[in-house]
């Protein structure tokens, strides 16, 4: 990001973006695991998904998710 206040428009929208900045992320989602599914089939699941929740529930689904609220087998 810019220094000295300097913010450009990216700056701001990849702060926005990033829930890092409105959450504290669960640690276990960073413990090093073997992926399930590919990144492309997880976009894709997740557009449909948004399509079908809305995009705010959807957002709110994911910040508790990422926060560890999530079933953990």
């Known amino acids: 990001m810019a220094d000295h206040g300097d913010w450009t428009p990216g700056d701001v929208a990849g702060m926005i973006a990033n829930p890092f900045y409105a959450i504290t992320?669960?640690?276990?989602?960073?413990?090093?695991?073997?992926?399930?599914?590919?990144?492309?089939?997880?976009?894709?699941?997740?557009?449909?998904?948004?399509?079908?929740?809305?995009?705010?529930?959807?957002?709110?689904?994911?910040?508790?998710?990422?926060k560890g609220n999530y079933p953990r087998g």
């Open 25 to 66: 992320v669960d640690e276990t989602l960073a413990l090093p695991h073997e992926p399930l599914i590919s990144e492309d089939d997880w976009v894709e699941a997740n557009v449909t998904l948004i399509s079908e929740l809305g995009p705010e529930p959807y957002l709110r689904n994911l910040l508790s998710v990422l």
